[in-house]
Nanobody, 121 residues
């Protein structure tokens, strides 16, 4: 079974930083695109940052210059470094990956269960 597990969420004050991690585990043949999404109460889930297998990235406009997505392919892990946090960053952050399990003809998108990030003074 393929599983994505997020960690690193918590409480931060405005201007502080948090670093999220997402580790993929299980019987995995390959991983292509991975991404971070977030969902605040009453809002739709939105893409925060995306990274391809080759390291190309893109970001939601409100986090550009503050957040950095990266990946460690050897560890099947992605990270989200969140600097200069703002109140509006408060959300549940979800990891998503386009993953091909071993023994499966193609890949599929998998979701982690999320980690809460709360920015409060």
């Amino acid at each position: 079974q393929v599983q994505l597990v997020e960690s690193g969420g918590g409480l931060a004050q405005p201007g502080e930083s948090l670093r999220l991690s997402c580790a993929a585990s299980g019987s995995i043949l390959s991983i292509n695109v991975m991404a971070w999404y977030r969902q605040a109460p009453g809002k739709q889930r939105e893409l925060v940052a995306r990274i391809t297998a080759g390291g190309r990235t893109n970001y939601e406009d409100s986090v550009k210059g503050r957040f950095t997505i990266s990946r460690d392919n050897a560890k099947n892990t992605i990270y989200l470094q969140m600097n200069n946090l703002k109140f509006e960053d408060t959300a549940v952050y979800y990891c998503n990956g386009d993953i091909r399990p071993t023994g499966v003809a193609g890949s599929a998108y998998y979701w982690g269960q999320g980690t809460q990030v709360t920015v409060s003074s």
